[in-house]
């Protein structure tokens, strides 16, 4: 009974230990990370007090947004397509109108499930920024880490633009300023600096990010062989140990059957 027990227990907690496992690695692998931070917090008051905020969009996205309604501002379902790849994870957005010269400034933030997606994200919204009929040539910004910048011009309209985009941490973030004249100067990377300075460094927390997760499922993958090694090896001791046993005692069987043999024809056994 207490050797069935005994099995009975080991099994039962192999199961659960496998079951733990199992749970684990799924939840590593499959949880959806969202953001922790509000997003409409996140982003940067404009350059002076003249700036009223917009209550309509004028083609950037007011407000919270999905990838959707992201995608159908900024391009097509080529960019939807690109965004659930990277993980999109929320967004939001907001603009604001100086009065005394009408100049408009744009901010938005996205929202990337991990910063690898946010990197990858950046690039492509830099081509897509680059293939603009309207763009003009790139511009300097400092200290916002990973960044591109762009200047647009329409001279039909006439209508300026300058546009700083960037990634910190898990976060892309877009500053952008549009005005009637070719007056605009260095205002986005100013402001682009202000709002990398603002931002937090992350919206979720890099533990939660998916390339991170996928090294803990590695590592985890990696402890299970391990376990499974040590457990193998433990096995192959014992099993050694026990043919060891059986040898030992298989000669001493043979070495006392021998003693017998010769004791019992110089003395047979009484009776």
Same mark, same amino acid.
Request: proline share 6%.
């Given at each position: 009974?207490? +050797?069935? =027990?005994? %099995? ?5 907690? %192999? ?8 749970? #684990? ?19 940067? $008051? ?31 379902? $080529?960019?939807?397509?690109? &965004?659930? %790849?990277? +993980? ?62 762009? %200047? ?25 300023? #549009? ?5 605009? =100067? ?6 682009? @600096? @202000? ?8 919206? #979720? ?6 390339? @991170? &997760?996928?090294?803990?499922?590695? =590592? ?5 062989? =391990?376990? #499974?090694?040590?457990?193998? &090896?433990?096995?192959?001791?014992? &099993? ?24 019992? @024809? ?6």
């Amino acid at each position: 009974m207490g +050797g069935r =027990g005994g %099995r009975f227990r080991r099994r039962s907690s %192999r199961r659960l230990a496998e079951a733990a496992l199992a749970l #684990i690695y799924t939840g590593v692998v499959f949880a959806a990370p969202t953001p922790v931070v509000s997003l409409n917090s996140m982003l940067a $008051s404009p350059p002076t007090s003249g700036y009223v905020p917009d209550t309509e969009s004028s083609g950037t996205p007011i407000g919270s947004f999905d990838a959707s309604e992201y995608a159908g501002a900024v391009g097509d379902e $080529s960019t939807l397509k690109a &965004l659930s %790849r990277d +993980g999109f994870a929320g967004g939001f957005g907001a603009s604001w109108t100086e009065q005394s010269s009408g100049r408009a400034l744009a901010e938005l933030v996205v929202a990337f499930a991990g910063g690898d997606g946010a990197h990858s994200w950046l690039g492509t919204a830099r081509a897509a920024a680059e293939a603009s009929t309207y763009y003009q040539g790139s511009i300097t910004a400092f200290g916002v880490g990973p960044y591109y910048g762009v %200047r647009y011009s329409d001279p039909k309209g006439p209508s300026y633009a300058q546009v700083v985009s960037f990634v910190k941490g898990n976060d892309f973030f877009t500053v952008g300023f #549009i005005s009637n004249a070719d007056d605009l =100067g260095n205002s986005a990377a100013l402001q682009a @600096k @202000k709002q990398f300075d603002f931002a937090p460094a992350d919206s #979720i927390p890099p533990s939660q990010w998916p390339e @991170k &997760l996928q090294l803990l499922a590695g =590592g985890m993958d990696a402890l299970k062989l =391990g376990a #499974i090694a040590a457990v193998t &090896l433990v096995v192959l001791g014992f &099993l050694f140990s026990f043919a060891l046993f059986l040898y030992v005692r298989r000669k001493g069987s043979a070495a006392v059957d021998a003693k017998l043999l010769v004791d019992g @024809k110089v003395q047979p056994p009484d009776g």
